[in-house]
């Protein structure tokens, strides 16, 4: 608790804390409602690390449904090592549990998301720009996993006209047509695309 008051006073972050006061039954909708509306899960355990952050990443994996967005993921606790005596404010502040390190695992988390986002964000924009700036498409991106695909890979995957004439610009030319196929998705706001490994994805019971 005092590590959420750290991060809302210091980094102006608003915090979920989850008391896991049993591990069975483990409490496995709140945490995947967690991992879901926050997408951010970090386990804390005064104990060695691995036992109870397991449990809880296992539990989130199995039972979590929004694939379509990351999840930044990582356990504090006492790293696998002897064991030492001394005050319990001793040991916390020796083995990095006390609500400081805690707020600082969680901002370092929060960062590490954001500038996953930006990673992803960039190509994206880049893509943008040069359909607004060119008649030839550089990439397509699907509209599920928000991959961008080359051009040429998306136009490889269907024949373009070869006996016929291409009923835009009545040329037999590849190049001319590709450049047809660029303009009518410009122009059509509704055009989605799934990639490959989207298409191929399947469901096992």
């Given at each position: 608790?005092?590590?959420?008051?750290?991060?809302k006073q210091?980094f102006g972050?608003?915090?979920?804390?989850?008391?896991?006061?049993?591990?069975?039954?483990?409490?496995?909708?709140t945490?995947?409602?967690?991992?879901a509306?926050?997408?951010?899960?970090?386990?804390?355990?005064?104990?060695q690390?691995g036992?109870f952050?397991n449990?809880?990443a296992?539990?989130?994996?199995?039972?979590?449904?929004?694939?379509?967005r990351p999840?930044q993921?990582?356990?504090?606790?006492?790293e696998d090592c002897?064991?030492?005596?001394g005050?319990?404010?001793?040991?916390?502040?020796h083995?990095?549990?006390?609500?400081e390190?805690i707020?600082?695992?969680v901002a370092h988390?929060?960062?590490?998301?954001r500038?996953?986002?930006?990673?992803?964000?960039?190509?994206?924009e880049?893509a943008?720009e040069?359909?607004?700036?060119?008649?030839l498409l550089?990439?397509?991106?699907?509209?599920r996993?928000?991959?961008l695909?080359?051009?040429g890979e998306?136009?490889?995957?269907?024949?373009?006209p070869s006996d016929?004439?291409?009923?835009?610009?009545?040329?037999?030319?590849e190049?001319n047509?590709t450049?047809?196929?660029?303009q009518?998705?410009l122009?059509?706001?509704?055009?989605?695309?799934?990639?490959?490994?989207?298409?191929d994805?399947?469901?096992?019971?």
């Open positions: 608790m005092r590590a959420a008051w750290i991060l210091e972050l608003e915090t979920r804390v989850i008391n896991l006061h049993t591990i069975k039954p483990l409490d496995v909708r945490l995947v409602q967690a991992a509306e926050t997408g951010i899960i970090l386990t804390v355990e005064e104990h690390v036992g952050g449990l809880v296992g539990a989130i994996l199995q039972h979590r449904r929004a694939f379509d999840l993921f990582d356990r504090l606790g006492v002897f064991g030492l005596s005050k319990p404010w001793e040991l916390l502040q083995f990095g549990l006390t609500a390190h707020a600082e695992r988390l929060v960062e590490r998301k500038d996953f986002a930006r990673s992803k964000e960039a190509p994206l880049e943008r040069a359909r607004a700036g060119s008649s550089a990439a397509i991106e699907c509209s996993c928000h991959s695909i080359p051009f998306f136009v490889g995957e269907s024949a373009l016929e004439l291409c009923a835009d610009c009545e040329r037999r030319s190049e047509c450049a047809c196929r660029s009518w998705i122009s059509n706001p509704s055009f989605s695309y799934l990639c490959r490994d989207c298409r994805v399947t469901v096992a019971c």
